[in-house]
């Protein structure tokens, strides 16, 4: 009983948390829901590209397997679950962040119902594991890149973030945590059109 209203509090907290977002960027983004002593003033340098750090313990390091591995996925997904919704009516989605050995089958049979959904901005609030920061981070870089390509970044929409309250600018946070990196690969194989995300670490 304990831990489901744990699990309850931190719920509520993460849609408050999306509500204020939501407000703060005047939009309707699909929302998915998932600091060191280094000197923050060098972590905060612009640059443009965020290459992917998680190895092939946590998910296929090539386009190709990339691809495979999900589709593989998503027919046992299918199987399994047999699960469905009118894409149109989803306006958020919770999704695990393990290594897709994992969590893999459980996080495609999310995606795969929101495949044929278009979809122009997602936002990503993952939690960071080791957080020594306070508030939510967002990134100063304009682009990720993964095996299976690049993913771009809502740079409009972060930047009425900044001096927003909990906010704060952090890029290091985004270098080590893999709660976020996780969706990007399954992010790019089911949403064909394009879109861009705003990544958020909450501490």
């Keep these: 009983m304990k831990n489901l209203k744990t699990k309850a509090r931190v719920l509520r907290i993460s849609m408050a ?92 049979s999310v995606y795969r119902l929101i495949e044929k959904k278009e979809i122009s901005r997602i936002i990503i609030l993952a939690p960071d594991h080791r957080a020594r920061y306070t508030g939510i981070a967002y990134p100063t870089f304009k682009q990720y890149q993964i095996p299976s390509g690049t993913v771009d970044i809502d740079t409009t929409s972060i930047a009425q973030l900044k001096n927003k309250e909990p906010f704060i600018e952090r890029n290091e946070p985004f270098s080590r945590e893999h709660s976020l990196e996780i969706q990007l690969p399954l992010i790019y194989h089911f949403l064909k059109n394009d879109f861009k995300i705003i990544p958020l670490l909450v501490d």
């Design 17 to 108: 948390i999306c509500i204020k977002i939501i407000f703060l960027l005047s939009c309707t983004p699909l929302i998915i829901y998932t600091a060191t002593n280094t000197d923050q003033s060098a972590l905060k340098k612009q640059f443009t590209l965020k290459k992917w750090h998680l190895n092939a313990d946590w998910y296929p390091q090539n386009a190709r397997d990339a691809s495979r591995t999900l589709t593989r996925y998503s027919e046992k997904a299918q199987t399994a679950y047999q699960a469905s919704i009118n894409p149109t009516a989803v306006q958020a989605i919770i999704v695990p962040h393990a290594g897709y050995q994992y969590s893999g089958i459980v996080a495609t």
